[in-house]
């Protein structure tokens, strides 16, 4: 369809528009040939495709000169043309920065450091594959840190990625796209990435290359007609990790042995099935503690650690909006007597810091004790240290061992499956713990420890033949 033998004017064939039905959508790639070297694009409507495919016709007809690298005439060369996938995953991480949390900052930090060192042009490796991570997660996918230089020691990294990121047009090719993916499935050591993580990361990889459809790089995200299986993943509870009431007790009575000051804090993942950072976040204002009774707790938000590197404050944690709320949304939970008592009593021994906050950090480095006011919320890194403890003093040790009761959040997991086995209703359930109903039962709907021996009974006492 054009002159031969010069490279300016390579040989053109034009192949038909196939159509491909996948899971998120009919899609329309019109496949062509110049100079051997074959080219597709991809389109999410039988017109766009038509429409491109028509100009190829005409420009080929008008004996136009060609690319063998791009396929197009100088006229139809993509806009995206010079621009690799690191400066486009920076632009993209800038669009994001304002409206993303502290933590989806940082997941999406983490999945574009695994897509973008292996995204290279063919051949190429980095000298210092660990130090060239370190610089792509700490300043180049975070806005705020490229604000200032870059720090010395990636420096050379940098600009070694710099030169050697792969066009953002390579993403159109499935070879490419598919070695993202394998990257974004394993851990660096190379085995297989938990199934939540792969699917997290491969979301950040959609949007990315969305956010190229949006700023018209891209027809249509090229990933969307990736053959590409979910892994499996469960959301059932494992019913393994909730404890009985007894078991829960006496977790509660270790805690207070190894520091009584956040006896409370657990209390109110067990009883009131509190997430922690809804906890962290608990004010004196927020609660209507009653001499005696049910009392009740008022959740206006949660408070995420996620490093200062991520935060807006600069500080280590932030304060969020309660999960699948807006900002100025709150949820009312009812506080049982036992739960009441303890906040009283809690509030009696230790007071309150800053702003009025429940729990706080009171002890620094090596233990030693803080002087009040305490103005820092009470530290992840000291709950868990503290549960850890508290379990392997309770718990047998085959009990240690399991999953039982393995993490602080599982005391939450254990009061909502108590409150549905009492019969609550699940949508007053749902209503308590901030979830929908159909998460609830999915998730939540499960027997605590110890009541499949009473329903045996029961059935054994059903099946008793007649006297």
């Given at each position: 369809?054009?002159p ?8 053109i ?5 196939r ?8 899609t ?7 100079g051997?070297s074959p ?5 999410s409507?039988?017109?766009?495709a038509?429409?491109?495919?028509s100009?190829l016709?005409?420009a080929?007809?008008?004996g136009?000169a ?5 396929g ?8 995206s ?17 304002a409206h993303?949390?502290p ?8 999945a574009?450091?695994?897509?973008t060192?292996v995204?290279l042009?063919?051949?190429s ?12 997660f700490s ?11 870059a720090?010395?020691?990636?420096e050379t990294?940098?600009r070694?990625?710099q ?8 993403l159109?090719e499935a070879?490419?796209?598919r070695?993202?993916?394998?990257a974004?499935s ?5 085995s ?8 997290r990361?491969?979301?950040?990889f959609?949007?990315?290359l ?6 018209e790089y891209f ?9 590409w299986?979910?892994p ?6 494992d019913?393994r990790?909730?404890?009985n009431?007894d078991?829960?007790h006496?977790?509660?009575?270790a805690?207070s ?5 956040v ?5 109110c993942?067990y ?15 927020d ?8 009392g009740e707790?008022?959740?206006s938000?949660?408070?995420?650690i996620?490093?200062?590197a991520?935060t ?5 944690g ?5 999960k699948?709320r807006?900002a100025?949304?709150?949820?009312i ?9 303890t906040?009283?009593?809690h ?5 309150v810091?800053?702003q009025?906050r ?6 620094g480095?090596a233990?030693v ?8 919320p009470l530290?992840m ?10 379990r392997?003093?309770?718990?047998t ?5 399991s ?6 959040y599982d005391?939450?997991?254990a009061?909502l499956?108590t ?6 209703p ?6 308590w ?10 998730v ?6 110890g009541?499949d021996?009473?329903?045996?009974q029961r ?7 007649l006297?």
């Amino acid at each position: 369809m054009s002159p031969q033998g010069d490279s300016e004017f390579p040989d053109i064939r034009i192949q038909g528009i196939r159509k491909y039905r996948g899971a998120r959508g009919v899609t329309y790639t019109v496949r062509w040939v110049v100079g051997g070297s074959p080219h597709q694009r991809t389109f999410s409507t039988f017109k766009l495709a038509e429409a491109f495919r028509s100009k190829l016709h005409i420009a080929a007809g008008a004996g136009a000169a060609f690319s063998v690298d791009t396929g197009l005439q100088k006229a139809l060369v993509a806009p995206s043309a010079g621009i690799t996938w690191y400066s486009h995953a920076c632009e993209f991480i800038d669009h994001k920065w304002a409206h993303a949390s502290p933590r989806h900052r940082k997941a999406l930090a983490e999945a574009l450091t695994d897509l973008t060192v292996v995204l290279l042009e063919p051949g190429s490796r980095p000298r210092d594959l660990v130090a060239l991570r370190r610089v792509l997660f700490s300043w180049s996918f975070n806005s705020s840190a490229r604000t200032q230089e870059a720090p010395k020691e990636g420096e050379t990294a940098l600009r070694w990625v710099q030169g050697h990121s792969l066009p953002l047009e390579r993403l159109r090719e499935a070879r490419t796209l598919r070695t993202g993916l394998d990257a974004i499935s394993r851990k660096q050591d190379g085995s297989l990435a938990a199934a939540a993580t792969t699917q997290r990361k491969r979301s950040a990889f959609f949007s990315v290359l969305q956010f190229a459809v949006e700023l018209e790089y891209f027809e249509a995200n090229p990933l969307a007609k990736i053959s590409w299986k979910r892994p499996p993943t469960t959301h059932t509870l494992d019913r393994r990790v909730v404890v009985n009431i007894d078991q829960a007790h006496a977790l509660l009575a270790a805690v207070s042995d190894q520091m009584p000051a956040v006896e409370a804090f657990f209390a109110c993942l067990y009883f009131a099935g509190l997430r922690p950072a809804e906890a962290v976040n608990l004010r004196a204002a927020d609660c209507a503690l009653p001499e005696a009774g049910w009392g009740e707790l008022v959740l206006s938000g949660s408070y995420q650690i996620s490093g200062a590197a991520w935060t807006r404050s600069g500080e280590s944690g932030d304060e969020q909006a309660l999960k699948h709320r807006s900002a100025k949304d709150t949820r009312i939970v009812p506080a049982h007597p036992e739960l009441v008592r303890t906040l009283r009593r809690h509030i009696e021994q230790f007071g309150v810091g800053v702003q009025g906050r429940l729990f706080v950090t009171r002890t620094g480095k090596a233990g030693v004790p803080l002087s009040p006011p305490y103005s820092n919320p009470l530290s992840m890194g000291t709950a868990y240290r503290v549960w850890s403890r508290a379990r392997a003093a309770t718990l047998t040790p085959e009990q240690l061992a399991s999953p039982l009761a393995r993490r602080p959040y599982d005391l939450r997991h254990a009061c909502l499956s108590t409150w549905l086995n009492a019969g609550v209703p699940a949508t007053q359930v749902a209503e308590w713990a901030g979830h929908s109903v159909n998460v609830l039962l999915k998730v939540y709907a499960k027997c605590i420890d110890g009541q499949d021996e009473a329903a045996k009974q029961r059935i054994e006492q059903a099946l008793k033949p007649l006297e």
